[in-house]
Every structure is written in C-alpha cells, then in structure tokens.
C-alpha cells in the first residue's frame, strides 16, 4: 500500500502545472520579439505575436511546461511560420522594393524592453532584406541557430523537425544567403564612412564618392505605393547619385537629417515638415557602400 502511495505521489509530482508568470513576460519578452522582428521584418507584427503568445499562454492552465523558454519560442516561431505564408501573395503585390521595417533603437529610462534586441548579430536592413530569399523553415532554422545559439535538439523541438533534416535545413540557408557574410558591423567604422559619404555627396566631390561607394551599388526605394518612389532597384554609381540628387533639389526648406542607432548599424534619419521622411540604410562591405536602403512607406517610420 505505501509502495502504490509512494508511485501516485511521484506521479502527481510529474505533471504538476508550471504556469506562464508577469515575471516570465518581462524575462522573456525581448527574447520573443527578437525573434518575431527577425522572422517578419515588422515591427507592429511582431509585437502582436508576442502578445498573442503570452495571451494564449496564460490561458493554457492545464498544460504542462517543462521548458518556458523553448516553450514561448516555439509558439512564436509557429505562429510566425504561419504568417510568413499567408504573407507571401501580400508581399508579391506589393509595389516596389520591399525593405524591412527600421528599428531605431533609443535607449531610454522608459524605454519598451521589447525595442532593445538582445543580439546585434542577424539584425541589420542587409541581413533582414537577405532573409527574404529563404523559405519560412529555412529562415527560423537559421535564426535559431546562427543568431540565437539554440542547440539542434531544441531546434528539432520547436520546428517539430528531426535534428538531421534541421540541420540540412540550415546548411541549405546559409548558403542561400552566402553572399551577406562579408557585412561590416562595426558601427563607429561604419558610421565613419557614413559621414565621409554625407560630406562627399553634398561638396559632389565624385573623386571621394567613388573610393567609398561601390561602381554598381543598388537602391531598394521602399514607398509601398504610398509615396513617390522608385518602383525598380536604381544600379550604378551614376544613377544612384542622380536620384539621390533629384531628391535633394525638391526637398522642402525645413528639410534636415541626423545619423541615428537603427538596427544596431548607423543610418541616415530624414526629416521634412517636422517629420521623419526616410530612413537610409547601408550595406557595407570592405569600407564600401554596396546597397543603400531608402524607405520611404509612411507606415514603416517612426511617427517622432
């Protein structure tokens, strides 16, 4: 009789119920829109998943969590893999250049934990815009692995994968996206070449424009079909100028910029009629510009 005692109380032990907390939310916040940012490349979408995951988490009172942080993850992993693929007609209709949404990062006393990321690592506009071009398996698996460490068998857990097809999964990713692996993501360096390209452009000194600027850089002009935009990538050095130029000769008079922190990588913050008017971002490779960044869709600025 106390051996069968004993085996009720161990096995009532076993599937005691470990409940989502507040502190939970706050500890693993961060973690969670990390993920969902990179995932999506928007910043309102990811937020909502992180919601909705807790939301559904607080609910679940009757079931058993043995790992709340692989937990969380895989909830919002799943659900970002679902919107990935629901998303991809969106993001074939939509007009011209699709660029991430930037994330300016501003560290302040009252600042949103969820705005500050916790790696830099898989974060800047390149890498994000990069990501595109994998399948939704391919860039979760690559995300877990290469920016967040998170060991295969984990991995194989969250994705419902086995670690070998993980595994396959990542390597296919990382070759896909090859080509990003030379990014500069030295910020003072980077910003650096930034401001020697500002002071460049505007003295259009073309003999200084050409050591820091590639012959065949390309501008992804983000408007959404909102704004005024180039529909297509502009290519070369000649035509990227031209239209850098034609900007700045119709801007407004209160027309002013500033180089911030936006996705952990110094970018150029354009301001017109006391708002912000673009973003530009910069893929920087051998002390070069490669890519530049210009999104301009309303609906991915920051209203400040």
Same mark, same amino acid.
């Given at each position: 009789? #106390?051996? +069968?005692?004993?085996?009720?109380?161990?096995?009532?032990?076993?599937?005691?119920?470990?409940?989502?907390?507040?502190?939970?939310?706050? =500890?693993?916040?961060?973690?969670?829109?990390?993920?969902?940012?990179?995932?999506?490349? /928007?910043?309102? !979408?990811?937020?909502?998943?992180? =919601?909705? /995951?807790?939301?559904?988490?607080? =609910?679940?009172? #009757?079931?058993?969590?043995?790992? +709340? +942080?692989?937990?969380?993850?895989? *909830?919002? /992993?799943?659900?970002?893999?679902?919107?990935?693929?629901?998303?991809?007609?969106?993001?074939?209709?939509?007009?011209?250049?699709?660029?991430?949404?930037?994330?300016? %990062?501003?560290?302040?006393?009252?600042?949103?934990?969820?705005?500050?990321?916790?790696?830099? !690592?898989?974060?800047?506009? @390149?890498?994000?815009?990069?990501?595109?071009?994998?399948?939704?398996?391919?860039?979760?698996?690559?995300?877990?692995?290469?920016?967040?460490?998170?060991?295969? &068998?984990?991995?194989?857990?969250?994705?419902?994968?086995?670690?070998?097809?993980?595994?396959?999964?990542? &390597?296919?990713?990382?070759?896909? %996206?090859?080509?990003?692996?030379?990014?500069?993501?030295?910020?003072?360096?980077?910003? &650096?070449?930034?401001?020697?390209?500002?002071?460049?452009?505007?003295?259009?000194?073309?003999?200084?424009?050409?050591?820091?600027? &590639?012959?065949?850089?390309?501008?992804?002009?983000?408007?959404?079909?909102?704004?005024?935009?180039?529909?297509?990538?502009?290519? @070369?050095?000649? $035509?990227?100028?031209?239209?850098?130029?034609?900007?700045?000769?119709? @801007?407004?008079?209160?027309?002013?910029?500033?180089?911030?922190?936006? $996705?952990?990588?110094? @970018?150029?913050?354009?301001? *017109?009629?006391?708002?912000?008017?673009?973003?530009?971002?910069?893929?920087?490779?051998?002390?070069?510009?490669? !890519?530049?960044? *210009?999104? *301009?869709?309303?609906?991915?600025?920051?209203?400040?």
């Amino acid at each position: 009789m #106390e051996n +069968k005692q004993r085996k009720k109380l161990l096995k009532r032990k076993r599937v005691d119920i470990v409940q989502i907390s507040n502190e939970d939310y706050q =500890q693993f916040k961060p973690l969670l829109f990390s993920i969902g940012y990179r995932m999506l490349g /928007t910043i309102s !979408e990811a937020e909502d998943i992180v =919601q909705e /995951t807790f939301l559904r988490a607080y =609910q679940m009172k #009757e079931q058993k969590i043995d790992n +709340k +942080k692989a937990y969380l993850c895989k *909830m919002v /992993t799943n659900r970002c893999l679902d919107v990935l693929k629901s998303a991809r007609y969106k993001r074939e209709q939509y007009i011209g250049p699709w660029n991430p949404e930037p994330l300016l %990062i501003e560290k302040t006393e009252d600042s949103d934990p969820s705005e500050i990321v916790l790696q830099k !690592e898989g974060l800047s506009i @390149a890498f994000l815009r990069m990501m595109e071009h994998l399948a939704p398996d391919e860039r979760a698996v690559l995300l877990l692995r290469e920016v967040f460490d998170f060991p295969y &068998s984990e991995i194989a857990n969250i994705m419902e994968k086995k670690e070998e097809n993980c595994r396959k999964i990542f &390597s296919r990713a990382k070759q896909k %996206i090859s080509l990003i692996e030379g990014e500069s993501l030295n910020f003072e360096e980077n910003k &650096s070449i930034i401001n020697r390209f500002i002071q460049a452009f505007q003295m259009q000194n073309i003999d200084a424009l050409l050591k820091l600027v &590639s012959e065949n850089v390309t501008l992804y002009s983000d408007g959404g079909g909102k704004v005024k935009a180039a529909v297509r990538p502009i290519v @070369a050095i000649s $035509n990227v100028l031209a239209l850098l130029y034609g900007i700045m000769k119709k @801007a407004e008079k209160d027309f002013y910029f500033e180089i911030k922190n936006v $996705n952990s990588q110094p @970018a150029i913050v354009v301001y *017109m009629n006391g708002t912000v008017h673009s973003i530009l971002s910069f893929y920087i490779i051998n002390e070069k510009i490669n !890519e530049i960044y *210009m999104t *301009m869709n309303p609906e991915k600025l920051p209203i400040h």
